[in-house]
């Protein structure tokens, strides 16, 4: 993943703002388990646990919608980006990789910070 696909604190809060980064859409995806998700997320994240990650990735677009309801940017859309965060960076970089080799690139994102960072009220 290229350095400048890790965003920090401050844009993913632009991003809650406006749903938006480089003007493309943005998907924000948890993919830590759904007991932790019961715990707190990021406004408007959706999950998907990253062990069912490079399963689910196989699925016709309308299955993993009704799975998990919503539809997955495609890897190479030119008006929305995936944006991944985890609890603490290291899920982050499974899925990063596990996206990564299904072509996603210039439209994935990471956040490292993860949940630790984002939900941490000395960070707010």
Avoid at 52 to 77: C, I, M, R, V
Avoid at 80 to 94: D, H, I, P, Q
Wanted: glycine content about 6%; some cysteine; proline content about 3%.
């Amino acid at each position: 993943m290229l350095a400048e696909n890790s965003l920090s604190l401050d844009q993913i809060r632009e991003i809650e703002k406006t749903g938006t980064f480089n003007k493309l859409k943005v998907t924000l995806l948890d993919v830590r388990t759904s007991e932790e998700v019961k715990g707190g997320r990021i406004e408007k994240a959706v999950n998907v646990p990253v062990g069912e990650l490079e399963q689910d990735l196989a699925l016709a677009p309308d299955l993993f919608k009704k799975k998990y309801g919503f539809n997955l940017p495609t890897h190479d859309s030119k008006t929305e980006a995936l944006l991944v965060y985890c609890k603490s960076g290291m899920r982050t970089r499974r899925a990063i990789d596990i996206l990564s080799k299904r072509e996603y690139k210039n439209n994935l994102y990471a956040y490292f910070g993860g949940w630790d960072e984002y939900s941490n009220p000395n960070t707010n």
